[in-house]
């Protein structure tokens, strides 16, 4: 080890300060030697029983502390804010930036020389990464794995996505309350977190796409003994990369980003990972747009053949040779030379990855579909840009124009949607304006909305629908999400009228409200922000600073990082 180890600076002086800082230690019965020269590896641990899809994360936790202890590191384990999806309210993104500055401030605060963090559900991967970023130390990511696949009735259920089916309406007729029951039950059968390629699986192989985890583990479920194995290599790990100074800047180059947006495209992964990658990008201080996901992602093919847009569960994933796979076969297309946290390259990791199953994972000669990306649309609409996942939308409606059909709020909707004498039909366009960053606050998840009971039993299944909120990694639809900017911040969004027509063109990546610019002026003119959403705490301090969805909802002071240097000493 050649550098200085930051956690001297606390332990290894013989002044007052080097005594207070071991003897209240020794309390947990340390010896001697680990306090003479032993890398200090944080465990960040997002553990909590309110966010189930980390339940499990408290016992890994102790595995990964095996390898630290193994390669000669000192363990230190640390809990951070931990953001549950399905529990918290009014939704996890309004606190992924605040979890974020938790995980930044205790690792920067305290004797710390490498950081594992341990992740699981939708926003525990970016929030601790985002936080991790903005130090710089050496770091790896422990994903904390997928559910078993979820089972009903003898068939496999997705997370999320079966759900989907069961809430709409219609579909509530086919199913009794036992059913549902059984589903209820049968969906979450182990620990891990929901195996659809939903958010938390699309982060876990991002993070994997980034280099920042052993080759392999994103599929792994989180019950599978493989799990535990990869938490004790991790721990064992973590230790050399400190001595190599393997830190983050090292691995998340330009190239490591642009690597995760071609493999995002080719396992058909959430939207989410748009905003997610933006905000980790920005912590780098790496020039990532919006346009870039377009420009990298939007022709690269389908391999993958998982829920929500395919068939398959996370479980087959990793039984078919899990995301090695994909990033073996898209070789061509990836930086090969793109550093990993083991040392090697990503190309040189995954060069040998046997492929178990082609129905699940498919070759590059014959891709699922051709064209998987994310399209970046432009327009009037969304000056800024706004999404679509073309892979889970309905063709018919890729090129589109009907007149919208405009909720003000997510009450205003559901207040609204199944009046009888709504005026609304397929070929309209449904508006939801209030759910973006600033508005709701928090940007949730409600872009899918349902389609209006009406239509629905009309045999209806999918209507363009756009708004400034996300949508579930689950869900699928013709659904037009992130608009930039937002409604609540005077978006050309916030002046769309009932009747006004709307057109949405994906293949020219246009989306444009086509009213003149005289009307648009006229209304820009009168449009009145709606008040704020809080007055105190964190939400106020939140709306007061969070970006919009295209520079990836992070918050303005927050964006880049300070290092790993505390300038003032505990005195
Ligand atoms: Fe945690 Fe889906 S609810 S990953």
Known sequence: MSKQLRSFDWFGKSDKMGFVHRSWLRN?????????????????????????????????????????????????EFPVTSLGETIMRPTTMLFRNLASMDVEETIRANPIDGVVLLTGCDKTTPSTVMGACSVGLPTIVVPGGPMLNGRFRGACIGSGSFNWLIKEKQGLEHYSKEDIHEVEVGAARSQGHCMTMGTASTMACMVEALGLTLPGAAA???????????????????????????????????????????????????????????????????????????????????????????????????????????????????????????????????????????????????PLQQEAGIAVLKGNLCENGAVIKPSAASPALMKHRGPAVVFETMEDYHQRIDDPALEIDEHSVIVLKGVGPVGYPGMPEVGNVDLPLKLLEKGIKDMVRISDGRMSGTASGTVVLHVSPESSVGGTLALVKDGDMIEIDVANRKLQLDISDEELQKRRKAWQAPPPQATRGYVKFYIDHVQQAHLGADLDLLRGGSGSAVSRDLH
């Open 220 to 366: 792994i479920p989180a019950v599978d003994a493989r799990k535990k194995t990869i938490a004790q290599l991790s721990g064992r790990r973590i230790v050399e990369m400190v001595k190599e100074d393997l830190t983050l800047a090292k691995i998340l180059t330009r190239e490591a980003f642009e690597n995760a947006i071609v493999i995002n495209a080719a396992i058909g992964g959430s939207t989410n990972f748009i905003i997610h990658l933006l905000a980790i990008a920005g912590r780098m201080g790496i020039d990532l747009t919006l346009e870039d996901f377009d420009r990298i992602g939007a022709r690269i093919p389908l391999l993958v053949n998982l829920k929500p847009s395919g068939e398959f569960l996370m479980e087959d994933f990793y039984y078919a040779g899990g995301l090695p796979v994909v990033i073996r076969e898209m070789g061509r297309y990836l930086k090969q030379d793109a550093m990993t946290v083991n040392g090697l390259p990503i190309g040189e990791n995954n060069k040998k990855s046997p492929c178990y199953n082609t129905e699940v994972i498919a070759t590059l000669d014959q």
């Open 28 to 76: 947990q019965g340390y010896p001697d030697d680990y306090f003479e020269g032993k890398p200090v590896i944080g465990i960040c641990n997002t553990w909590s029983e309110l966010t189930p899809c980390n339940g499990h994360l408290r016992d890994f936790a102790e595995i990964v502390k095996r390898g630290v202890v193994e390669a000669g590191g000192f363990p230190l």
